[in-house]
């Protein structure tokens, strides 16, 4: 499961500037690009059923999901767009959904065959 929400994330995440509006904020625009191309690559790198490459321990995978996750959420006070009302309840909504699919997958490692 946690592997189709990764790919269904890096499929929607560089996308929602238009989606949700805020493609005139450029730190916002650039930032849901990374973040969703980021998940594309870790996830592909990701030693699990899911995975392409098979090279990252699925326990660093769930530590780079939240740790992405929490930056999300603060970026609009990092980066500064916290008054773009569209940018900053995307990537708050973006960082929520992250951090809500890595707190709740089990952190077992895979079979070594995977």
């Known amino acids: 499961m946690h592997g189709a929400i990764d ?8 996308f ?3 989606i949700a509006g805020y493609s005139d904020e ?3 625009k650039l930032l849901s690009r990374i973040l969703g191309g980021g998940a594309f690559a870790y996830s592909a790198l990701t030693k699990s059923e899911w995975g392409i490459f ?5 326990k660093a995978h769930l530590v780079i999901d939240l740790g992405v996750s929490l930056f999300a ?3 609009p006070w990092i ?9 900053r309840n995307a990537l708050i909504a973006i960082g929520a959904a992250g951090l809500t ?6 952190n077992k490692e895979m079979d070594k065959d995977v």
Do not use: D, R
């Open 101 to 106: 699919a890595s707190l709740l997958t089990q």
């Open 7 to 14: 790919y269904l994330y890096s499929a929607i995440v560089p």
């Open 16 to 18: 929602m500037p238009e």
């Open 79 to 87: 980066l500064g767009f916290s008054k773009n009302k569209a940018a």
């Open 54 to 58: 098979k090279l990252l321990p699925f």
């Open 73 to 75: 959420l603060g970026s």
């Open 26 to 28: 450029e730190k916002a």
